[in-house]
């Protein structure tokens, strides 16, 4: 039975930060595709660990990362970006 996944603890009122918000992303667009963190990963620098502490903000992603992680997720690294702009203000 896989473990359950622990949830990126954001404290109310506080603003979110980049990092957080590429968390957020990352991990809901991942959800939606019924991808696993694995699927995430590639031979050079990127595995399942790695991809755990993206989102649970813990690490910030590299430029290497933002591309790889965009493509395997179906978007353009500038479409993610994007998305964490939002994320980060929902005007």
Known sequence: MPRPLRELQLPYGVPIT??????RVVRERRLALGLKQSDLENEDSIDRSY???LELAKREPGLNAIFH???????????LIKVVEQAIDPR
Request: a neutral charge.
């Open 69 to 79: 992680i965009a493509k395997a997720l179906g978007m353009e690294p500038s479409e």
């Open 18 to 23: 980049p990092v957080q918000a590429f968390a």
């Open 51 to 53: 991809v755990s502490k």
